[in-house]
């Protein structure tokens, strides 16, 4: 039984402490954007990366070549 007495106070301490992280984590802005990360990973930016020249230069095989 003492250790009841231990352990409420305790997790009533550690629920109100993670309370306070989420609301700092909101404040901070950490939930703002919740869909960007998972459109961003669709984006193509390898074409970007290799700049006009460069992509013009590319060769696809076709599948008549062989």
């Known amino acids: 039984m003492e250790v009841v007495y231990r352990l409420i106070p305790s ?3 550690v629920g109100l402490l993670l309370v ?3 609301i700092w ?3 901070r802005g950490q939930y703002d954007d919740l869909d960007g990360d998972a459109h ?5 930016e390898d074409e970007e990366m290799l700049g006009k020249n460069k ?3 590319r060769i696809w095989p076709d599948a008549d070549d062989e």
């Open 40 to 44: 961003r990973i669709l984006l193509d």
């Open 25 to 27: 984590a909101v404040k």
């Open 20 to 22: 306070g992280i989420l």
């Open 55 to 57: 992509r013009d230069q």
């Open 11 to 13: 997790m009533i301490i």
